[in-house]
């Protein structure tokens, strides 16, 4: 794929109507579906390799899965949506690694700045923030144990859910997060283009 500065338009425009439209559903019905983020992610690789041969559909699967990653753990390991995973990574093999990259840390941030807000405005910013550094201890003892240190943090598949103190459904829709993050990751990318 091209450099952050040569991202196209077309793959701008795709990935911002393609976050939009994730944004709506995600509000809607509280899921980004397959129909969305399938066909972008192939044809997000499909277009790395149109556009540059086989180095850009590596380039385009190497960002598929570098943006995804930090959301699959979020999925495995603390309950996050699947499909934001997906959009994701379907967002990177669009964009490539250095746009993706910037993009990334744009939705990360936008993604803490909305969960804090969502958490203060039901009251429970502190009950989340004791959650929040709860289990970054358990990841950084998990981290710094080695292979042992990963039993802390692996979800037990036989045991059946438990109720938590913080209702699922009422959880944050993740997809305006991506779209804000996306907005914010295109202009700082065109800023620096200058």
Not at 3 to 26: K, P
Not at 40 to 50: D, H, I, R
Not at 84 to 100: F, R, S, T
Not at 167 to 188: K, N, R, S, W
Request: proline letters at 4%; charged letters at 10%.
């Amino acid at each position: 794929m091209a450099e952050v500065a040569d991202i196209s338009a077309i793959q701008w425009g795709v990935v911002l109507g393609a976050s939009l439209a994730a944004a709506i559903t995600d509000i809607r019905s509280r899921r980004i579906p397959n129909a969305l983020t399938v066909p972008l992610a192939v044809t997000g690789l499909l277009y790395g390799l149109s556009s540059e041969g086989l180095g850009g559909l590596g380039q385009a699967a190497a960002a598929c899965v570098l943006v995804a990653l930090p959301y699959v753990l979020l999925f495995v390991f603390a309950g996050g949506g699947a499909g934001d995973a997906k959009m994701m990574g379907a967002i990177g093999a669009w964009l490539g690694v250095q746009a993706g990259v910037v993009v990334l840390a744009a939705v990360a941030v936008t993604g803490g700045a909305l969960g804090l807000l969502n958490l203060a405005a039901k009251r429970q910013l502190c009950a989340g923030l004791g959650r929040i550094g709860a289990s970054f201890y358990v990841m950084m003892v998990a981290l710094c144990s080695g292979r042992k240190g990963w039993e802390l943090v692996k979800p037990d598949l036989e045991e059946p859910t438990k109720k938590t103190d913080v209702d699922q459904t009422a959880a944050m829709p993740y997809g305006p997060a991506i779209f804000i993050g996306v907005c914010i990751g295109a202009y700082l990318v065109h800023s620096w283009k200058g």
